[in-house]
């Protein structure tokens, strides 16, 4: 409706591009993305998310080269340092994605994609204790945010075999959004479980 109503305001159209990554709905996060871009192609939030999007969809190199030309206008953008960080992960360079999502918490200690990607980067190295540690930090930062349960469950289940908590988290994540992408979590879990 936002969008609806001011048309030329980039902002909405983020919003809507964060919410559909949430959901995993790639082609439309693209683009709402892409329609932020295109109202205003200077914008450091439209430029993060886009290039988190690309990420997400595996153009690694074009996601990087958009993450970069948002930090080259503001050098010191949490959620833009942390988007480079996840892409450094996704490409296998620990190091460099450990320093980008380092300086992004040193400027704000609770930017939730910061958090969450410091725990898919411990997730991606094995280490499923510590990135349950940074899943509960980004937890409580944005309590609302059903994903980071679901993530969290998923370091349970995989990583440490542990069932019970990963349903747990699973069963969180189902009452802050009761959802077919919730409940469907939550069944797998379930099906895990079964001896």
């Known amino acids: ?22 959901l995993q709905d790639l082609p439309n996060a693209r683009n709402a993305a892409e329609r932020a871009i295109q109202l205003v192609p200077e914008d450091v939030d439209a430029l993060t998310i886009l290039s988190r999007v690309q990420d997400w969809q595996g153009e690694y190199e074009e996601a990087l080269d958009r993450g970069l030309d948002a930090l080259d206008i503001d050098p010191n953008n949490a ?70 349960y679901i993530e969290k469950g998923r370091q349970y289940r995989v990583g440490l075999y542990d069932y019970d908590k990963a349903n747990e988290s699973y069963r969180q994540a189902v009452e802050v959004y009761r959802s ?16």
């Open 79 to 148: 959620e833009t340092l942390a988007v480079i960080g996840e892409i450094y992960t996704d490409v296998g360079n620990w190091p460099v994605a450990e320093d980008y999502l380092q300086q992004a918490l040193a400027l704000d200690d609770d930017n939730v994609t910061a958090l969450r990607n410091r725990a898919y980067l411990y997730e991606t190295l094995g280490e499923y204790e510590q990135a349950i540690v940074f899943y509960d930090k980004a937890i409580v930062a944005a309590p609302y945010r059903f994903d980071l």
């Open 1 to 22: 409706e936002l969008a609806r109503l001011e048309p030329t305001n980039p902002a909405p159209f983020i919003a809507q591009a964060e919410l559909y990554l949430i």
């Open 180 to 195: 077919a992408f919730t409940l469907d979590a939550l069944g797998y879990g379930l099906y895990n479980d079964m001896d």
